[in-house]
């Protein structure tokens, strides 16, 4: 039977599954990012400068830095050995085919989607299609914060991997709720931490609730590819992903997991060709859909955000709003000056999900502070660091610094599994920053 034991869970993976072996990491190394014939590939198309190298599972072509292309294909292999682990009993009903190309610029992307495959890429971020010519898991990096990133690789490769199970007998609602609940998976280091949300994602749930347009559940069931896609062109998908998404959590966690094995069984009868509603009437020994809509309504009106996700997405918030100050020769010196600051100026920061787009505003004090979850006992907290401590610094960098510091560092303290660090780099002509985040000791 498949297993979906523990999702909230932190993980670690066996040695056996760490990621690219040393050998592969040098291949790598050599392969994507080698510099040889530079001046002749850099004119050349992009699918003409890369070459297919393998992770431990995947087929790889990238033209990203090679630090870039070994950690998002530890990333691949990390979520492969995921998905696998918790679905290891369904049965494989196609070959795998899990090809990854990787771009650093959103023009390559979607020239060589449409030139070379035929697909239109506007708009997306990243996508598993499949075609006569190939079955392959595509995205780039260009302008794309880090989290995104990882939540499209994450939400995409379990599509790709779901066909090779399930091929295009998975229904849109459960396909689209797994994929957006490993999405939100924190993935740190080896370990995958599952059952994960922010509270923006759930108050859109909890709205569509209270002024009743949530989706039927019978007809989220029932519903097929064309319908759901359908509203993805018009503009209404938000709250197609966000309640899948939300009862797939409900599946797996409510009431200390009383429907899991039940939702599994769901998924194995999928697995074998079943039809969707007579699967999970069978699997759940229940015809009585509007009952079990209620339990999910009365569980998603209650659901808790959780604290990394959420301590990872008010970070970048923060970042990009510590940048727009910067800009304007304003340093805060303190947190609540920050939010006051940011508040003042109308700062918004918007994030593209799957189907929708998020905006965060400075007007939401939740922005600046991180809830506590069942992680950890302790209450997890930013950290404004108005003049961190620098390192040893060259004649250089002091006068660089002189004329131009960098930006306040902000920090948790006490937060489950790993504590985050805004760290600053200048630009390359010295005259702004880039922000990143960095995963530092409990």
């Not at 190298?53 to 870039?68: F, K, T």
């Not at 030139?115 to 506007?122: C, K, N, S, V, Y």
């Not at 902000?410 to 005259?431: A, M």
Request: aromatic share 10%; proline share 4%.
């Amino acid at each position: 039977m498949a297993s979906i034991q523990n999702m909230s869970l932190v993980h670690p993976l066996s040695e056996a599954a760490r990621g690219v072996p040393l050998w592969v990491g040098c291949l790598l190394l050599l392969v994507l990012c080698g510099p040889c014939h530079a001046q002749r590939e850099a004119k050349a198309s992009w699918w003409d400068r890369t070459q297919p190298v393998s992770s431990r599972h995947y087929m790889i072509r990238s033209d990203l830095p090679r630090e870039d292309s070994i950690a998002l294909a530890n990333h691949l292999d990390t979520m492969y050995m995921e998905y696998s682990r918790r679905l290891s009993t369904l049965q494989q009903r196609a070959p795998e085919a899990l090809n990854v190309m990787m771009f650093a610029s959103r023009d390559d992307y979607q020239r060589t989607l449409r030139t070379r495959f035929g697909i239109d890429g506007t708009g997306s971020g990243g996508m598993f299609f499949v075609t006569p010519k190939a079955t392959a898991l595509a995205f780039y990096t260009e302008n794309v914060p880090f989290s995104r990133i990882l939540h499209v690789i994450q939400h995409e490769a379990w599509h790709q991997y779901a066909y090779s199970r399930f091929g295009n007998d998975l229904p849109i609602w459960v396909n689209e709720g797994l994929a957006e609940y490993f999405g939100e998976a924190a993935v740190v280091g080896r370990s995958v931490i599952l059952g994960q949300t922010t509270d923006h994602v759930l108050e859109r749930v909890r709205k569509s609730i209270s002024n009743g347009t949530a989706i039927r559940f019978h007809d989220l069931l029932t519903m097929s590819g064309d319908r759901w896609n359908r509203n993805v062109r018009l503009g209404n998908a938000s709250i197609q992903y966000a309640q899948s998404w939300s009862m797939v959590h409900f599946l797996v966690h409510a009431d200390d997991g009383r429907y899991r094995s039940r939702f599994e069984q769901y998924l194995v009868r999928l697995n074998k060709g079943q039809e969707s509603e007579s699967a999970f009437i069978e699997a759940f020994g229940t015809n009585d859909l509007v009952a079990f809509e209620r339990s999910w309504a009365e569980y998603a009106m209650a659901c808790r955000p959780s604290s990394f996700v959420t301590a990872m997405q008010n970070i970048e918030f923060m970042a990009e709003g510590l940048l727009e100050l910067d800009r304007a020769g304003i340093r805060p010196g303190s947190m609540e000056e920050l939010a006051g600051m940011l508040k003042e100026i109308g700062f918004k920061f918007t994030i593209d999900r799957h189907g929708y787009s998020l905006e965060m505003s400075a007007e939401d004090p939740s922005c600046f502070v991180i809830p506590d979850d069942d992680l950890d006992r302790r209450v997890p907290r930013f950290e404004f660091v108005a003049d961190p401590a620098r390192r040893r610094q060259t004649r250089k960098e002091q006068l660089l610094e002189q004329a131009n510091p960098m930006p306040p560092i902000i920090r948790s303290v006490k937060l489950s599994p790993r504590n985050l660090q805004l760290r600053w780099i200048r630009n390359e002509d010295n005259t702004g920053f880039i922000w990143h985040v960095d995963f530092t000791s409990k």
